[in-house]
């Protein structure tokens, strides 16, 4: 190895976290063949990867699954490479693989090129620009609504991730409303000419789960106050956290 | 200043020439269209450079724009150009204001493009929220959404499906052609941050009094 | 629409007259002097009085502004005026700073606008690694790419497609503009090749010929 291949080889491994995955090391390791990346030697470029892939695991380098797995598959491939063909082995060819190597090698530089092309282009904000004072001139003022698909996606995604915290959400059936409430305590008021605690209005089967309690409590609370502000309930509690008690007013008092 | 003077006289003066009127009236343009406000005379030439004459290159630059749709204005010290005064009526639609639809709008929107047709409830129960009517009146008058058939349950209640229209403004051939759950979260859409729902508030509130219960749940809306 | 064929028959008609193409020209001039964004044609027209010819007013305006200080130029369907790039240096003032793109994000968008309309396996087989959620939804964000159709392969996959707001950033007319394209396709490069059964790919892809087929005529949907 020259000292100017090893000076090239350290680069890589000290570099390591700056590549973009197998393809792209190859890509680097093909540069130093100084050919067209169709007459690359694919054998050659194999030997590169795996002593790079060899000179991470001295440095003791952590290599993502990634590489090892081009790693093996580039073994394999030498190997076919410099057997003899097997007329009763199955599959493509080392030469068909190795081909389709060089294109996706000479592929992903292609898409390079074009990127920097592209990056490299006039753009606007920086080489051409748009009206700086879009004018204003009309009195028409109409709003229209508008969204982009993106909101739409996120609203969506949004709701859904919003499922794994359902604690914030009531859940319809354990909702008791003040108008249930109401409703159910009209008739019943009707009888209680003494004092009388509230819970005994609770509707059945809301005192064991304690989310439908604290619903049915609030509700039939809330109800309790609107009936007193009509002016047909009295209602008392004789310090704090004691029990509330209700009665019927009396209307004739 | 003095590099002018010198210009005439010395052999750098190639270095320091101007360009030709030609080519500043082009930058004047230039300029005169990008920036957001007038540009005065001194503006343009310490923009421009050195040696030109901003000042004769903006008397022909209005003199070209004679009869033209748009003028090159004096306004003040400084130069601007501006829409011709006779073509004033067809700048109405630069008013037209955009706003966002509402967080409410674009939720119950995604539900309905995603599993029509649903009817209302089944949108609350998604939701976790109830719907409220000018939601859904909204997004019926823009024509992002309408009626589909009734649901064969008890009580046959309408259902809502999306519309041409909304498939037309968001590009979409098919409401199937909607990005599914897994691809969101691969495209980042999805992540697991904790929703700004946590955080009950009582703005935003829908003004619909008709929907019984309305009122509590959505307290914990957005 | 029934104006159109009333305007040839009836002596109305001189009410329905599109104005002449020089008047036509110079309120293209002013509606696209006025506007920051492309306009497009249809809503040229609609601004305009009945009858005119946006299309062929914009094909002249062009002409005349050929080497002045500002260009009309053609986005996609849509229109604008920009200023000549070679005149960017007297424009400090105005420049925006970009966000700086990865060189992932770079190379994502390349490929999106070379290979459109393009799934995230194929912008994965061609990179070799996989896509980070980050880098699309940083150009979805910076509306520089979309969601496009999904491709009629197995499981449907989305695809993503470049935007008029590319285009736009990019000085770019369509998506047939883009630079080298025409060497590329017939050097083959845009081909999606079918890697030999036994090489490692970054992820699971099953399409066949067919579906590959079947994605061409859709690259330069717009």
Same mark, same amino acid.
């Given at each position: 190895?020259?000292?100017?291949?090893?000076?090239?080889?350290?680069?890589?491994?000290?570099?390591?976290?700056?590549?973009?995955?197998?393809?792209?090391?190859?890509?680097?390791?093909?540069?130093?063949?100084?050919?067209?990346?169709?007459?690359?030697?694919?054998?050659?470029?194999?030997?590169?990867?795996?002593?790079?892939?060899?000179?991470?695991?001295?440095?003791?380098?952590?290599?993502?699954?990634?590489?090892?797995?081009?790693?093996?598959?580039?073994?394999?491939?030498?190997?076919?490479?410099?057997?003899?063909?097997?007329?009763?082995?199955?599959?493509?060819?080392?030469?068909?693989?190795?081909?389709?190597?060089?294109?996706?090698?000479?592929?992903?530089?292609?898409?390079?090129?074009?990127?920097?092309?592209?990056?490299?282009?006039?753009?606007?904000?920086?080489?051409?620009?748009?009206?700086?004072?879009?004018?204003?001139?009309?009195?028409?003022?109409?709003? @229209?609504?508008? $969204?982009? +698909?993106?909101?739409?996606?996120? =609203?969506?995604?949004? /709701? *859904?991730?919003?499922?794994? %915290?359902? &604690?914030?959400?009531?859940?319809?059936?354990?909702?008791?409303?003040?108008?249930?409430?109401?409703?159910?305590?009209?008739?019943?008021?009707?009888?209680?000419?003494?004092?009388?605690?509230?819970?005994?209005?609770?509707?059945?089967?809301?005192?064991?789960?304690?989310?439908?309690?604290?619903?049915?409590?609030?509700? @039939?609370?809330? $109800?309790? +106050?609107?009936?007193?502000?009509? =002016?047909?309930?009295? /209602? *008392?509690?004789?310090?704090? %956290?004691? &029990?509330?008690?209700?009665?019927?007013?009396?209307?004739?008092? | 200043?003095?590099?002018?003077?010198?210009?005439?006289?010395?052999?750098?003066?190639?270095?320091?020439?101007?360009?030709?009127?030609?080519?500043?009236?082009?930058?004047?343009?230039?300029?005169?269209?990008?920036?957001?406000?007038?540009?005065?005379?001194?503006?343009?030439?310490?923009?421009?450079?050195?040696?030109?004459?901003?000042?004769?290159?903006?008397?022909?630059?209005?003199?070209?724009?004679?009869?033209?749709?748009?003028?090159?204005?004096?306004?003040?010290?400084?130069?601007?150009?501006?829409?011709?005064?006779?073509?004033?009526?067809?700048?109405?639609?630069?008013?037209?204001?955009?706003?966002?639809?509402?967080?409410?709008?674009?939720?119950?929107?995604?539900?309905?493009?995603?599993?029509?047709?649903?009817?209302?409830?089944?949108?609350?129960?998604?939701?976790?929220?109830?719907?409220?009517?000018?939601?859904?009146?909204?997004?019926?008058?823009?024509?992002?959404?309408?009626?589909?058939?009734?649901?064969?349950?008890?009580?046959?209640?309408?259902?809502?499906?999306?519309?041409?229209?909304?498939?037309?403004?968001?590009?979409?051939?098919?409401?199937?052609?909607?990005?599914?759950?897994?691809?969101?979260?691969?495209?980042?859409?999805?992540?697991?941050?904790?929703?700004?729902?946590?955080?009950?508030?009582?703005?935003?509130?829908?003004?619909?009094?008709?929907?019984?219960?309305?009122?509590?749940?959505?307290?914990?809306?957005?």
């Amino acid at each position: 190895m020259s000292v100017a291949e090893r000076v090239a080889a350290e680069a890589l491994i000290v570099d390591v976290d700056g590549f973009e995955g197998p393809l792209d090391v190859l890509l680097t390791l093909s540069r130093t063949q100084k050919v067209d990346l169709r007459k690359i030697s694919v054998l050659q470029l194999a030997h590169q990867y795996l002593a790079f892939v060899e000179k991470a695991k001295a440095l003791r380098l952590e290599l993502a699954a990634d590489y090892l797995v081009m790693a093996a598959w580039l073994a394999f491939l030498k190997s076919r490479l410099l057997l003899p063909p097997d007329p009763t082995e199955e599959g493509p060819s080392g030469e068909e693989l190795a081909a389709h190597l060089a294109f996706q090698l000479e592929r992903l530089q292609a898409m390079r090129d074009a990127a920097a092309r592209l990056m490299g282009r006039d753009r606007l904000g920086r080489d051409f620009f748009a009206r700086g004072q879009a004018e204003d001139v009309a009195r028409i003022k109409t709003v @229209t609504y508008t $969204a982009t +698909l993106l909101d739409l996606m996120q =609203g969506y995604a949004r /709701i *859904r991730t919003r499922d794994e %915290f359902r &604690p914030f959400v009531m859940d319809r059936d354990s909702v008791f409303t003040m108008e249930q409430a109401l409703e159910r305590m009209r008739p019943l008021i009707g009888f209680a000419g003494t004092w009388t605690d509230l819970t005994t209005y609770m509707p059945d089967g809301w005192d064991t789960d304690p989310v439908r309690r604290r619903s049915a409590t609030a509700a @039939t609370f809330a $109800a309790s +106050l609107e009936l007193v502000k009509e =002016g047909h309930l009295e /209602i *008392r509690q004789t310090e704090t %956290f004691a &029990p509330i008690q209700l009665r019927r007013k009396d209307e004739r008092s | 200043m003095t590099e002018e003077s010198d210009a005439e006289e010395t052999p750098s003066d190639s270095l320091f020439q101007a360009p030709p009127m030609g080519e500043q009236e082009r930058m004047v343009e230039a300029v005169l269209f990008a920036s957001a406000e007038p540009v005065s005379v001194r503006d343009l030439e310490s923009r421009m450079p050195h040696g030109c004459d901003a000042a004769e290159a903006l008397v022909r630059l209005r003199k070209r724009y004679e009869g033209r749709g748009v003028q090159v204005l004096k306004i003040g010290d400084a130069w601007a150009i501006r829409t011709a005064p006779d073509l004033g009526f067809l700048m109405q639609k630069e008013t037209v204001e955009t706003r966002k639809l509402s967080r409410a709008a674009i939720e119950t929107l995604a539900i309905i493009a995603y599993h029509q047709p649903v009817t209302r409830a089944e949108i609350e129960e998604i939701r976790g929220v109830s719907v409220s009517r000018g939601t859904v009146d909204q997004l019926l008058e823009m024509e992002w959404i309408r009626f589909g058939r009734r649901k064969m349950t008890p009580g046959r209640p309408v259902t809502f499906v999306v519309t041409p229209q909304f498939l037309d403004h968001f590009g979409l051939e098919s409401a199937r052609d909607l990005p599914g759950l897994k691809e969101l979260r691969s495209a980042g859409l999805l992540e697991n941050r904790l929703p700004p729902s946590a955080l009950p508030t009582v703005s935003d509130k829908d003004e619909d009094d008709e929907d019984i219960g309305a009122g509590q749940p959505e307290l914990f809306e957005d």
